[in-house]
């Protein structure tokens, strides 16, 4: 399985935006970018996810580069209820599409 | 309301026990996961299954079991064979669409103690 790389932690304030950046080299042509959430003591939150193009849903952004080695998730505007644990996965398509988590980003909100 | 259902929240077991961890979902999804995660920790596969009567391993299923009899339901067994069981617990579920597997539902986690 493909691997991603993340900052172990950063940190925004409330109403800022927040770029969550994560590198993925070894990314292959069928697999699509998964981020997830995970607030302490519950089960992580689907985000968003993305192939090629750039995605945009009601909680964040996704910013692919054009390689594909690297994408961004975009909080527009920070809120305290945004701090959680960040996972960047790859996940394979057309296949049983395992998701394989690392340690993620964890993101501290400052009021 | 949709949604993946785990339980119980918390529970104890004693050495030597089995114990039976219990995850429901009536999104009418194909596939189940079940994950472990330790403090500080990402999530680890333990077993998954895509479709009824069939699952596979994961990367640490060594000491625990599980079955799929229905489509939506995947309860894991955590037996005395686990030599470190305490952990969390989390079940997933996800669907097949043309792209593969969309995303996927985590359920709100079991937290089991050996005692």
């Known amino acids: 399985d493909a691997k991603t790389t993340q900052p172990n932690s950063m940190e925004s304030n409330e109403e800022e935006p927040v770029h969550l950046p994560c590198n993925h080299s070894?990314?292959?042509?069928?697999?699509?970018i998964h981020w997830y959430r995970q607030l302490p003591s519950q089960g992580p939150e689907y985000v968003i996810h993305?192939?090629?193009s750039n995605v945009n849903n009601r909680m964040a952004s996704l910013a692919i580069a054009e390689d594909r080695k690297s994408s961004t998730l975009i909080l527009h505007r920070a809120t305290l209820r945004d701090a959680a644990v960040y996972y960047c996965i790859l996940r394979v398509g057309g296949s049983q599409g395992n998701l394989i988590f690392g340690k993620g980003t964890k993101l501290s909100v400052k009021p | 309301d949709g949604g993946i259902t785990q339980s119980p929240k918390y529970l104890f077991r004693k050495e030597g026990q089995n114990v039976t961890l219990s995850c429901e979902q009536n999104l009418n999804h194909d596939a189940m996961y079940w994950y472990r995660q330790d403090p500080g920790q990402g999530l680890r596969l333990i077993y998954y299954?895509?479709?009824?009567?069939?699952?596979q391993k994961g990367d640490i299923a060594e000491g625990y079991s599980v079955s799929r009899e229905k489509k939506e339901s995947f309860p894991l067994t955590v037996t005395s064979a686990q030599k470190n069981p305490t952990a969390f617990y989390l079940c997933?579920?996800?669907?097949?669409?043309?792209?593969?597997?969309?995303?996927?539902?985590f359920g709100q986690g079991t937290r089991l103690t050996v005692v």
């Open positions: 997933a579920s996800s669907i097949w669409s043309a792209g593969g597997y969309t995303e996927a539902f």
């Open positions: 070894t990314i292959s042509g069928t697999d699509y």
């Open positions: 299954s895509q479709i009824v009567n069939d699952f």
């Open positions: 993305g192939l090629t």
